[in-house]
């Protein structure tokens, strides 16, 4: 019981739930955009789903440290970059993400005319693209606490914890972004930009994410500004038509 009293023990729990917290923002985003498409009686039982299926997934990574450490065994090179396990799964889900933010993005710009996708959307279709996502997330994610932090059950703490704290807010963030069409977009541009970091290191470009999340949240900051501006605009007068008298015959 002496990491009670170990006060670098929390400080590393509170650093680490911190990070999990940001790092799992991404997530959020996506599980809200992908919800949006169920009706609306299955968009919280998908939401809590998907995280719960989040916070399963980096606890199975982490007691599988051996093998993301295998993940980071050069496989095979291209143009004298080595290309790993991880490289590939970088790759794979960056690419998947590009491709479905584009389609929502096409989708809401162009209208659903002539797209089935909404008609077709089902809840068990919605958790596995969760889940397909939930891999490179979590893979990222975990990567990261080995990296902070040696002691196992202060990682799977911080994991715990961190999605504890994202069940609270994904109702309410995801309720946001369905009543705001401009915040959707914004979304999904989010899921873009997050896209293209992941192919690009997956492919050895390193992408600094304090630039990415400094982007996003600037971003975020300037839509919050534009909803408070718009909601305190005078609302136009709708001028009704002047009625005519009909005119009495004798």
């Not at 002496?2 to 599980?31: K, R």
Request: hydrophobic residues 55%.
């Amino acid at each position: 019981m002496d990491w009670l009293l170990n006060p670098e023990i929390w400080i590393a729990l509170l650093t680490l739930t911190v990070l999990e917290i940001v790092l799992g923002i991404d997530n959020i985003i996506f599980i809200s955009i992908l919800s949006g498409k169920l009706p609306e009686e299955q968009r919280e039982r998908a939401r809590r789903v998907g995280l719960i299926l989040a916070m399963g997934m980096r606890i199975l990574l982490l007691f599988s440290l051996a093998w993301i450490a295998r993940l980071e065994t050069p496989l095979f090179s291209i143009m004298g970059h080595a290309i790993t396990g991880r490289d590939l799964i970088l790759l794979g889900g960056g690419l998947f993400l590009i491709g479905k933010a584009t389609f929502e993005i096409h989708e809401k710009l162009e209208g659903e005319e002539g797209h089935t996708s909404a008609k077709a959307t089902t809840f068990s279709g919605v958790i596995v693209q969760i889940m397909l996502l939930d891999i490179v997330f979590s893979l990222d994610s975990v990567i990261t606490a080995v990296g902070m932090v040696s002691v196992l059950w202060v990682m799977v703490a911080a994991v715990v914890i961190a999605v504890g704290v994202m069940l609270v807010a994904v109702n309410p963030i995801g309720d946001f972004v369905e009543q705001h069409p401009t915040v959707k977009i914004l979304a999904l541009s989010f899921l873009l930009l997050i896209g293209f970091s992941l192919v690009a290191e997956g492919a050895g470009l390193h992408i600094p994410k304090g630039y990415i999340y400094f982007a996003m949240f600037f971003s975020a900051f300037v839509e919050f500004l534009n909803i408070r501006f718009r909601s305190h605009m005078p609302k136009p007068v709708q001028l009704r038509a002047p009625v005519v008298a009909e005119k009495k015959h004798a």
